[in-house]
């Protein structure tokens, strides 16, 4: 089951690191890393949302539940 989860991570994610912003393998990103999500990205990792413009997120395939949940600024995902 683990091995199907890593079907779910994106392989590379976007990020802004010391003032740049730069593409990364999604395994390299490191605590301080900034983590540009658009609507429909795979979330890369756990993170704590900044700035959003009413951002839902899909648990379905860990959890099964089928709705949408809202996440907001400062919240843990």
Same mark, same amino acid.
């Given at each position: 089951?683990?091995?199907? %989860?890593?079907? %779910? ?6 990020? +802004? $690191? ?12 490191? $605590? =301080?890393?900034? +983590?540009?999500?658009? =609507? =429909?990205?795979? +979330? ?5 949302? %900044? ?12 959890? =099964? ?5 809202? $996440? ?6």
């Amino acid at each position: 089951m683990m091995a199907q %989860f890593k079907n %779910f991570i994106p392989p590379e994610a976007v990020v +802004v $690191r010391d003032g740049q912003k730069m593409t990364i393998a999604a395994e390299k990103i490191v $605590r =301080g890393d900034r +983590v540009i999500v658009k =609507g =429909g990205d795979n +979330v890369p990792c756990d993170l704590v949302i %900044f700035k959003s413009k009413e951002m839902k997120v899909s648990n379905a395939s860990l959890t =099964g539940e089928p709705e949408e949940l809202l $996440r907001v600024p400062g919240e843990s995902m």
